[in-house]
């Protein structure tokens, strides 16, 4: 299951932003409560053409694309050192897979800042050199193991000499994402579960007087956004406290609020697109009158890949996938006037986009797109 961290400093509006993402109702608490068992949902990743599907096939069961959002502790200064929750915290954040780094922009009398400051910049770099520090420790200790070896094999030597060039590179304060490394080299890496490698999407937490041209001082927000665009990560701005509110509203009642403060997609949506995409994941469907299911791959896994997602018989008896784009299926079955329902739609599909000269017939090595609609066809 794919994992996505969110981390930053105590009290910077991580509970928030988690049950903005997930509506699950974790504690949110004006102090730093010591907690180190984090909060964790499984989350439907909102997919307007899944959404479509369902509503043509009226499937027994419906199987949305989902991603694990683990709600952390926060991560205090020193912590690489031991301070606040140290190491166990430090431990979770190797589990995950991406990182949602929150960064507080609010000001509130009632939270105090444990810097004391609202300074957004300064609290993301308190947050990475963290990082950076736990990931110099790892290279440390493994690189002690392979000087106590009285003999090492020529993988083990290359592996040492990898790694001292990443101590030096880490010893600047540069995390590794900004290491030139070969895929193959990030492979050999991978058991490391390095923190400074993983994605990371950070989100400015705001409040509703941050928001539209009315916001009289957009400077810290701006001045760290173009920061993090030069360091070529992603960031995105979400009203925390407002959008955990509006969810107890009725439909309706939460686009009214959003038109106001000029927001156009909830920021729970904007955070789960932003961190599928930030993990290099797409979708693909299958779909039928049982089940319309969305799959999850990395972008740039094949045929068979997707075959395996599915069962793995279907990837050791691969044949050939039967392939068109959701947006030609809509296509097709738009001109075969299908009713929601209609028992055609889940028996002729497939046959109506080969009639319509949509559907390809794809081998192994297909790499598979975001959309796509597959069936495959195998023999054991």
């Known amino acids: 299951m794919l994992k996505c961290g969110i981390v930053g400093l105590p009290l910077c509006g991580k509970s928030t932003v988690f049950n903005v993402i997930t509506r699950a109702g974790a504690e949110v608490k004006p102090y730093a409560s010591g907690k180190t068992e984090p909060n964790r949902a499984l989350v439907s990743v909102p997919d307007k053409r899944f959404d479509r599907l369902v509503e043509i096939f009226e499937p027994k069961k419906a199987t949305p694309a989902t991603v694990e959002f683990v709600d952390l502790a926060g991560l205090s200064r020193d912590a690489s050192r031991g301070a606040g929750l140290g190491n166990s915290f430090l431990s979770f954040v190797s589990e995950s897979d991406a990182l949602l780094h929150v960064v507080r922009l609010f000001e509130n009398p009632d939270v105090p800042h444990p810097e004391e400051s609202i300074d957004p910049l ?184 997707a075959a395996g997602a599915i069962h793995s018989d279907l990837a050791r008896g691969f044949i050939r996938a039967q392939v068109v784009t959701y947006e030609d299926f809509i296509q097709s079955w738009a001109q075969g006037a299908w009713a929601p329902g209609d028992p055609k739609a889940g028996g002729v599909s497939m046959a109506a986009c080969r009639d319509r000269g949509v559907l390809r017939l794809e081998g192994k090595e297909y790499p598979v797109q975001d959309g796509d609609m597959i069936e495959i066809r195998f023999n054991v």
């Open 122 to 305: 300064r609290d993301w770099r308190i947050v990475e050199v963290e990082l950076i520090c736990r990931d110099l420790g790892v290279v440390a200790n493994r690189l002690d193991r392979l000087a106590a070896k009285k003999k090492i094999t020529p993988a083990e030597t290359a592996e040492g000499e990898l790694l001292k060039k990443l101590q030096d590179h880490l010893m600047e304060e540069r995390p590794l994402r900004e290491y030139d490394l070969t895929d193959e080299q990030k492979r050999a890496l991978s058991g490391f579960a390095f923190l400074t490698l993983k994605p990371e999407l950070v989100v400015l937490n705001l409040d509703e007087t941050q928001t539209g041209d009315g916001w009289p001082d957009a400077s810290q927000a701006e001045e760290l956004e173009a920061f993090l665009r030069e360091k070529g990560l992603e960031s995105v701005r979400v009203f925390g406290s407002l959008e955990m509110d509006l969810a107890e509203l009725s439909p309706d009642e939460q686009r009214e609020f959003m038109k106001d403060l000029a927001i156009e997609e909830p920021g729970r949506d904007r955070m789960i697109h932003r961190a599928f995409a930030i993990l290099g994941l797409i979708s693909f469907f299958t779909s039928g009158k049982d089940e319309v299911r969305a799959w999850t791959l990395h972008r740039g896994d094949n045929a068979v890949d």
